[in-house]
């Protein structure tokens, strides 16, 4: 068995030295546990912020094969997702697992269990639904559109009538954002006036603002440039919703973010802003895992994947997603498959 851990904490950006690839020698499973082997595995942005020690294997989920079982109630063979961290292979409880549901169908990639119809899929729907209340009719702006959580943002609100402008940092992207149906697209590296650009886009303004990047878009690295957040809030309609989602921009910072907030906006526009986890509506996931089901069978819902052959190149697929090589949901592929 091999994992990845981490060397030593981040500072700022995580760099190839940070991950070091270590053998582990598994036990034999106990009763309830079972033996699993790693198929697809997941890279998500809250990796890069999460406290973890050094030493520590890197956390993560993945979609995995049972190939030994001391639990009756997840037997050998059955595909399952676990927290299982970035390991080829794992010894743990069948309690600690989510059985992939048994009537997914053959045609779809089991490795969506870790976007659209995984964590991402309902981190979109829940703050769309639970977080926004988006209703048909209403104008919605998401950024870092092309990623896991904004590529099914837009497509569930053009399901529910909506009228969706994303913003995405490519061409390609941009690209793939209009394949999916957005009504207006742009590249926020690119498009000089963000603020003009939005406008453009929404002339009567947002209703509703699903936030993955930042209030303030700081980051150096990339040369971002313009303050996404404070200019979109200018753009709102009355009364606007605002679903905080991720902060992607500011999770590599070195010092706490600092700087004006539009504050004023916020009063006078009477904005309604609101940070959530998906975690919060842990007890609804079964069902809403059937419904995204449901609508990838249908084909309105489109799946891209950002593929990385091969457990080794983990941390270069975890480097490159973070620095927004990924169109869709980034994963690692195991070379046996
Ligand atoms: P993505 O698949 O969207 O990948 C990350 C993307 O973020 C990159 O491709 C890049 O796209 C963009 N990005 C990276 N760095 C920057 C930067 N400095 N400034 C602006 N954009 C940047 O990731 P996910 O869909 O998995 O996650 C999207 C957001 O949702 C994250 O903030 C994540 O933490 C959050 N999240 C929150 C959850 C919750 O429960 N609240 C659950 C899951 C995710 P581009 O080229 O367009 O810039």
Known sequence: AQAWVLTQHFH???????????????????????????????????????????GEVMIGAQVAKVIRSSSPAVPVGRHVVGRCGWRTHTVCPAADLIPIMEDWPEE??????????????????????????????????????AGAVGSVVGQIAKIKGCRVVGSAGSDAKVAFLQELGFDRTLNYKTVGSLDQALREAAPDGYHCYFENVSPLQLDTKIQVGGPFSSVALQQMKDFGRIAVCGGISLYNDTAPQTGPYPHLTMIFKQLKMEGFM??????????????????????????????TEGFANMPAAFIGMLQGENIGKAIIKRSRW
């Open 12 to 54: 700022g950006f995580p760099t190839d030295s940070d991950f070091e690839l270590r053998v582990e020698q598994l036990p034999e499973p106990r009763d309830g546990e079972v033996l699993l082997e790693a198929v697809f595995l997941s890279v998500d942005p809250y990796m890069s912020r999460v406290h973890m020690k050094e």
């Open 108 to 145: 779809v990639s089991l490795s969506l269990a870790l976007g659209a119809v995984g964590m991402p899929g309902l981190t979109a729907l829940y703050g769309l639904e639970e977080v926004l209340g988006l209703q048909a009719g209403e104008t919605l702006l998401v950024n870092a559109a």
């Open 278 to 307: 998906q975690s919060r509506w842990e007890h609804k996931h079964p069902e809403s895992l059937k419904r995204l089901m449901a609508w990838v069978k249908e084909g309105k819902l489109q799946c891209r994947e950002h593929i």
